[in-house]
């Protein structure tokens, strides 16, 4: 073959390969061999850009294989972020959480997971609807007696509640009875009438409504107006001992939030109907959570919650913002995700 000839099918072939790169940059081998990380959470409809990034490989393109393990409430994340059991933790957070990190422990807040929107009912405080309709309940008032599920306390949910009961219902917690009931069974408590009512978030608000067991009577944008409600939290072996792969997870995180933010399209339903169990019609009607693409973080939503917890004595005293959030690792991922690849 003469020089120029097989010049120009080198240059061709090194073409075919780019243009196939290219087409698909997150498909390509990770530069990183993968490294398993332990992501404690529970399945709710704010997981969907962790969802994302593993079946779209973005976090396998850092060089991250996570590994889902279910936690059902904030509190018992804790313990095993600061043990090295659980890398990660993605939910809601409390009291608890500045509580360790005010006695030492390598806990850091690092992204946002979900945030309260305007005309956000993504996050509902619901009454079954048998009480409704046979008029047991008609107004806020009508909960004296009746039997509220609770999270995890000296949550956003407790604040919640407060705001509810106090402001609107103007009742006291002695007016109630609070029955700790994990979010994931939600759904069953209000089938077995064992809860009147409770503050949840999706997907159970649009199960709730469609099986007609429970009704939202208030939005969470009405009580707690651009709340942090969730967050991705670090933990030791992240923060400590391996800093430079929580900077890959929180890239490929990244990366599944911006795609998260291109709204309902088939590919994202198709992911998070994979993960819920929920049907395409389900998915559509639910309201998808607030989260900011680039990660970012309502600071001051997260120190408003700490001083209404030391007001209300679930904390001794206020934390300082830099033991309690880190933002470093969703700025260094804008500046890798903008680097070609």
Known sequence: MRPIVRYAATLLAWLGVAVGVLAVPWLEAAPFPLTPVILGSSTLLSNAPIYIAIEEGYFAAWGVEARLEEVRMSAQAWPSLIAGQLDLYAGSYNAGLVEAI?????????????????????????????????GRFRTLRDLRGLRISVGSRGGAGDLFRQRVLRNRAFLTEEDVTFVQVPSAFVLDAFKAKTIDAALTG??????????????????????????????VVYGTNLLARNPGLGQRIMNGYVRGTRQYNEGKTERNIAIIRKYTGDDEATVRQMQWPQIHADGHLNVE????FQAWWVREGFLPQVVPRHLVVDLTFTRRAALDLAKPR
């Open 301 to 304: 939503s997260i120190m408003e």
């Open 102 to 134: 005010r006695r030492g422990a390598r806990l850091r807040i690092v992204a946002d997971k979900w945030h309260m929107g305007v005309n956000d009912r993504g996050l509902a405080f619901m009454v079954r609807q048998d009480l409704i309709d046979s």
């Open 202 to 231: 999706e997907p159970y608000v649009t199960r709730l409504e469609t099986l007609r067991l429970a009704r939202i009577v208030v939005t969470g944008d009405e009580v707690l107006p651009r709340a942090q409600l969730s967050v």
